[in-house]
C-alpha cells in the first residue's frame, strides 16, 4: 500500500533553516510528482511547492522563492524540502503529498512534520 | 493567483442531516476541483476530484458537484465520523484551497 513516511518535528530558531524528509513506499517513486504543503497552528492549508522526483525538477509558490529547495533521491525513494531564514510564522505542520500528474490534486498524505520556530 | 472561497465557515448539524458546502473560484477552472476532509491532528484525505469523482473507499454519502467557478460538496445523511473540516482546492493553475470549513455537531 502506498506510504509516505515523514521525519519527526524540529525547533529551530529565527534565522536557521530546517530539512524535512518523505519517504515513499508502495509505488514506482518516479512516476508521481510529489507537492509539499504547509498548515500553521489553527490555520488553513498552503502550497509550498512540487518536485518530480524524475528528474529533480520543481516549482515554488511565488511567497517561498528563494528560501525553499526540493530534491529527490531516488536511491531512497526519498523527497526532501528545506526551508531557509526561518522565522515565527514559518512555525507549521508540514505535509508530503503525491499526484499523479504536473496539474493533477493529492491522492496520498504523509503524517506531516511539526516545525518550530522559536528563539 | 486563483482565490478559492468557502461558505460556510463553520457549519452546525445533527447527525442524519443533509450538508451542503460551497466553493467559489476566482475564474474558471473548469473541473480541476478536489475536495479533502481533515481532522484534528491528521493529514487531510481527498474525498472528491474531479469536481464529481468519487475517491475510491469513501462513502458514496459523500458527492460533489459544478464547474467553472461554483462547486458544491454533500453529505447526504451526516455521520457521526463526518464531522471534520473539509476544504476545497483547485488544480487548474498552480494548487490553492479554500479556507476550509468545520462541521460541528449542533
Known amino acids: 500500500q502506498v506510504q509516505l513516511v515523514q521525519s519527526g518535528g524540529e525547533v529551530r530558531k529565527p534565522g536557521a533553516s530546517v530539512k524535512v524528509s518523505c519517504q515513499a513506499s508502495g509505488y514506482t517513486f518516479t512516476s508521481y510528482y510529489m507537492h509539499w504543503v504547509r498548515q500553521a497552528p489553527g490555520q488553513g492549508l498552503e502550497w509550498v511547492g512540487i518536485i518530480n522526483p524524475r528528474g529533480g525538477s520543481t516549482s515554488y509558490a511565488q511567497k517561498f522563492q528563494g528560501r525553499v529547495t526540493m530534491i529527490s533521491d531516488t536511491s531512497t525513494s526519498t523527497v526532501y524540502m528545506e526551508l531557509s531564514s526561518l522565522r515565527s510564522e514559518d512555525t507549521a505542520v508540514y505535509y508530503c503529498?503525491?499526484?499523479?500528474?504536473?496539474?493533477?490534486?493529492?491522492?496520498?498524505w504523509g503524517q506531516g512534520s511539526l516545525v518550530t520556530v522559536s528563539s | 493567483d486563483i482565490q478559492m472561497t468557502q461558505s460556510p465557515s463553520t457549519l452546525s448539524a445533527s447527525v442524519g442531516d443533509r450538508v451542503t458546502i460551497t466553493c467559489r473560484a476566482s475564474?474558471?477552472?473548469?473541473?480541476?476541483l478536489a475536495w479533502y476532509q481533515q481532522k484534528p491532528g491528521k493529514a487531510p484525505k481527498l474525498l472528491i476530484y474531479k469536481a464529481s469523482s468519487l475517491e475510491s473507499g469513501v462513502p458514496s454519502r459523500f458527492s460533489g458537484s459544478g464547474s467553472g467557478t461554483e462547486f458544491t460538496l454533500t453529505i447526504s445523511s451526516l455521520q457521526p465520523d463526518d464531522f471534520a473540516t473539509y476544504y476545497c482546492?483547485?488544480?487548474?493553475?498552480?494548487?490553492?484551497f479554500g479556507q476550509g470549513t468545520k462541521v460541528e455537531s449542533k
Open positions: 503529498a503525491r499526484a499523479g500528474g504536473p496539474r493533477d490534486y493529492f491522492d496520498y
Open positions: 475564474q474558471s477552472i473548469s473541473s480541476r
Open positions: 482546492q483547485q488544480y487548474d493553475s498552480y494548487w490553492t
